[in-house]
């Protein structure tokens, strides 16, 4: 397999910078998310990475071999899109096999790399059908054979799932991991769904108008964002973040006063605090205020309030009842909450 390091990696136009200083390195076998909002660099660096893009400065290199000028056919890697980019004369078999004939691999091996692309993905019982004739999951089971039959050191895969109904994207996001896993093959997968790349990924690059914000585990990024833009891209729903003052280690914004958190801070800060590590109290709490509106999502409700500017949610039990207008209190932990710098957003520990 491989391992890819992009050095300070950047792609620049005459008026827009796509990429910026991209520094990284993937690990051999690892699964890397890069994950961002629309016009963030990931599908840019991902093209890059392929060949498909020229990298304004920086090295891309693959192992000990720099691939800058390298074509996308000579980099040894299969991609995986959006679009299932499927031959609709051509029958399940045959285009699994096509890349095994476009860099003609001895045809007598043929048969035996397509069965055993086709049992890995679960279609061995449709090779015979063309893919009008199949569902989405089906066409995308079959995008993912072909990028596998010929055994490549990388995988690319930008937005596999994303024309997928909800139900489907679950299925075929387990089968993605269960397959990488088996084949350990490096793999770097574009997305901005945050539950792909929480639910998928080793590690993942959380970008942002072409800058990378943070690298870690699903949990690191979770658990101890860099900054509000992490903060609040990760997570269904994201972290609560409420501008306010700190002074002596207390907290306080309209509705809200925390105490026992660091007294080194002091002025303006954004908290934030995840929905799930607070809990609605039937006596007095650290949050105050009106319910905007209330969720039940089945195993728990969520109810939300405005703070100032900022919409603020909290988990309950899923038996718990309030009506809209009603004032509640929340318990808001001081161990729970994250502090960030109120003009730069970065995480202050």
């Known amino acids: 397999m491989a391992q890819i390091r992009l050095k300070n990696v950047s792609k620049r136009w005459p008026n827009f910078v796509g990429v910026d200083n991209f520094d990284l390195t993937v690990a051999d076998e690892e699964f890397l998310v890069l994950l961002g909002p629309s016009g963030c660099g990931k599908t840019t660096t991902m093209r890059m990475i392929a060949g498909l893009e020229e990298v304004t400065e920086g090295e891309i290199w693959f192992d000990d071999r720099l691939v800058n000028r390298l074509e996308p056919k000579d980099r040894d890697i299969s991609m995986v899109f959006q679009s299932y980019g499927l031959y609709p004369n051509m029958t399940v078999y045959e285009n699994i096999r096509f890349p095994l004939k476009v860099r003609k691999v001895p045809a007598a091996q043929h048969h035996d790399l397509v069965m055993k692309a086709a049992q890995a993905v679960e279609l061995s019982a449709l090779l015979d059908r063309r893919p009008a004739a199949l569902s989405g999951g089906q066409r995308q089971r079959v995008a993912l054979g072909r990028a596998i039959v010929r055994q490549p050191r ?27 896993h088996r084949l350990k093959v490096t793999t770097i997968y574009v997305t901005h769904d945050q539950i792909e790349a929480m ?144 003009q730069t957003g970065v995480r202050i520990d």
Do not use: W
């Open 154 to 180: 990388v995988f690319l895969m930008d937005e596999p799932l994303s024309n997928l109904d909800a139900k489907l994207r679950v299925s075929t996001r387990a089968q993605i991991k269960n397959l990488q």
């Open 199 to 342: 639910t998928m990924a080793d590690r993942v690059v959380v970008m942002n108008k072409g800058v990378i914000q943070q690298v870690g585990t699903p949990t690191d990024i979770y658990d101890r964002p860099a900054n509000t833009f992490v903060a609040s891209f990760i997570g269904s729903p994201a972290m609560n973040l409420i501008e306010g003052e700190i002074n002596g280690g207390v907290f306080r914004a309209p509705g809200v006063q925390i105490a026992g958190l660091s007294n080194r801070v002091s002025g303006a800060v954004t908290l934030g605090f995840r929905a799930e590590d607070a809990s609605l109290v039937s006596g007095n709490g650290q949050l105050s205020a009106e319910v905007y509106s209330m969720e039940l999502l089945g195993e728990a409700t969520m109810a939300s309030f405005r703070i100032g500017d900022s919409l603020v949610s909290v988990k309950s039990a899923k038996s718990y009842r309030s009506e809209i207008g009603d004032t509640v209190h929340a318990a808001v932990p001081a161990g729970i909450c994250h502090l960030f710098d109120h």
